[in-house]
Protein backbone atom coordinates (compact mmCIF):
# COMPACT_ATOMS: atom_id res chain seq x y z
CA UNK A 1 0.00 0.00 0.00
CA UNK A 2 1.33 3.68 -1.06
CA UNK A 3 1.48 5.71 2.41
CA UNK A 4 2.57 9.05 2.56
CA UNK A 5 3.15 10.63 6.29
CA UNK A 6 2.95 14.31 6.91
CA UNK A 7 3.51 15.89 10.46
CA UNK A 8 1.94 19.05 11.55
CA UNK A 9 2.94 19.55 14.85
CA UNK A 10 2.11 16.76 17.08
CA UNK A 11 -0.47 15.60 13.98
CA UNK A 12 0.16 12.69 11.76
CA UNK A 13 -1.61 13.08 8.36
CA UNK A 14 -1.84 10.14 6.47
CA UNK A 15 -1.89 9.57 2.81
CA UNK A 16 -3.80 6.58 1.45
CA UNK A 17 -2.88 6.84 -2.42
CA UNK A 18 -4.61 3.80 -3.47
CA UNK A 19 -7.72 3.31 -5.23
CA UNK A 20 -8.63 0.27 -3.12
CA UNK A 21 -8.47 -0.14 0.82
CA UNK A 22 -9.16 -4.19 1.13
CA UNK A 23 -8.12 -7.35 2.72
CA UNK A 24 -4.79 -7.26 0.25
CA UNK A 25 -3.56 -3.83 1.78
CA UNK A 26 -4.80 -2.74 4.44
CA UNK A 27 -2.85 -4.39 6.60
CA UNK A 28 0.02 -2.09 5.72
CA UNK A 29 -2.32 0.72 7.12
CA UNK A 30 -2.93 -1.04 10.00
CA UNK A 31 1.10 -1.47 10.55
CA UNK A 32 1.83 2.22 9.93
CA UNK A 33 -1.05 3.35 12.69
CA UNK A 34 0.80 1.46 15.15
CA UNK A 35 4.44 2.27 14.37
CA UNK A 36 2.73 5.77 14.60
CA UNK A 37 1.27 5.27 18.48
CA UNK A 38 4.60 3.37 18.95
CA UNK A 39 6.46 6.37 18.67
CA UNK A 40 3.62 9.02 20.37
CA UNK A 41 1.99 9.77 17.89
CA UNK A 42 -1.75 9.55 18.89
CA UNK A 43 -3.35 11.89 16.91
CA UNK A 44 -3.77 11.23 13.39
CA UNK A 45 -5.57 12.25 10.04
CA UNK A 46 -6.71 9.77 7.66
CA UNK A 47 -6.50 10.97 3.64
CA UNK A 48 -8.59 9.03 1.47
CA UNK A 49 -9.29 11.30 -1.01
CA UNK A 50 -7.73 8.69 -3.70
CA UNK A 51 -9.50 5.60 -1.98
CA UNK A 52 -12.99 5.07 -4.34
CA UNK A 53 -13.33 1.42 -2.62
CA UNK A 54 -13.08 -0.09 1.11
CA UNK A 55 -13.97 -3.14 2.09
CA UNK A 56 -14.35 -4.65 6.16
CA UNK A 57 -10.14 -5.39 6.05
CA UNK A 58 -10.10 -1.67 5.20
CA UNK A 59 -13.28 -0.50 7.88
CA UNK A 60 -11.64 -2.62 10.70
CA UNK A 61 -8.08 -1.55 9.89
CA UNK A 62 -9.18 2.15 10.76
CA UNK A 63 -12.05 0.93 13.82
CA UNK A 64 -8.60 -0.59 15.01
CA UNK A 65 -6.49 2.96 14.98
CA UNK A 66 -9.57 4.24 16.28
CA UNK A 67 -9.62 2.24 18.98
CA UNK A 68 -5.56 2.66 19.33
CA UNK A 69 -5.66 6.44 19.52
CA UNK A 70 -8.44 6.74 21.72
CA UNK A 71 -6.82 4.51 24.36
CA UNK A 72 -3.80 6.70 24.19
CA UNK A 73 -5.55 9.79 24.62
CA UNK A 74 -5.57 10.47 20.68
CA UNK A 75 -7.82 10.60 18.49
CA UNK A 76 -8.12 9.39 14.68
CA UNK A 77 -10.19 11.56 12.06
CA UNK A 78 -11.07 11.04 8.64
CA UNK A 79 -11.13 13.35 5.37
CA UNK A 80 -11.70 13.58 1.89
CA UNK A 81 -14.61 10.76 1.17
CA UNK A 82 -15.25 9.71 -1.84
CA UNK A 83 -19.24 9.51 -2.18
CA UNK A 84 -18.51 5.66 -2.35
CA UNK A 85 -17.03 5.75 0.51
CA UNK A 86 -19.14 7.94 2.42
CA UNK A 87 -21.67 5.38 1.73
CA UNK A 88 -20.17 2.45 3.05
CA UNK A 89 -19.11 4.44 6.22
CA UNK A 90 -22.94 5.05 6.77
CA UNK A 91 -24.28 1.67 5.64
CA UNK A 92 -21.66 0.59 8.43
CA UNK A 93 -22.77 3.35 10.90
CA UNK A 94 -19.01 4.01 10.99
CA UNK A 95 -19.75 7.58 10.16
CA UNK A 96 -21.77 8.01 13.65
CA UNK A 97 -17.94 6.77 15.21
CA UNK A 98 -15.45 8.66 13.08
CA UNK A 99 -15.15 12.40 12.50
CA UNK A 100 -14.99 13.18 8.93
CA UNK A 101 -14.23 16.35 7.70
CA UNK A 102 -14.65 17.33 3.90
CA UNK A 103 -10.77 18.44 3.36
CA UNK A 104 -7.64 17.70 5.44
CA UNK A 105 -7.18 21.37 6.49
CA UNK A 106 -10.34 20.80 8.58
CA UNK A 107 -9.40 18.11 10.07
CA UNK A 108 -6.54 19.30 11.27
CA UNK A 109 -8.04 22.46 12.38
CA UNK A 110 -10.17 20.73 14.74
CA UNK A 111 -7.61 19.31 16.87
CA UNK A 112 -7.00 22.93 17.47
CA UNK A 113 -10.55 23.34 18.67
Known amino acids: MKLTT ?3 GDIV ?3 VDEERMDAHNSGALKEEMLRLF ?3 KCNLVIDLSAVRFVDSSGLGALVSGFK ?3 SR ?3 LKLCCLQPQVRSM ?3 TRLHRVFEIY ?5 ALESFTQ
Not at 102 to 106: L, Q, Y
Open 38 to 40: DND
Open 68 to 70: NAS
Open 73 to 75: DGS
Open 13 to 15: KII
Open 89 to 91: FEL
Open 6 to 8: EEH
Open 102 to 106: SSADE
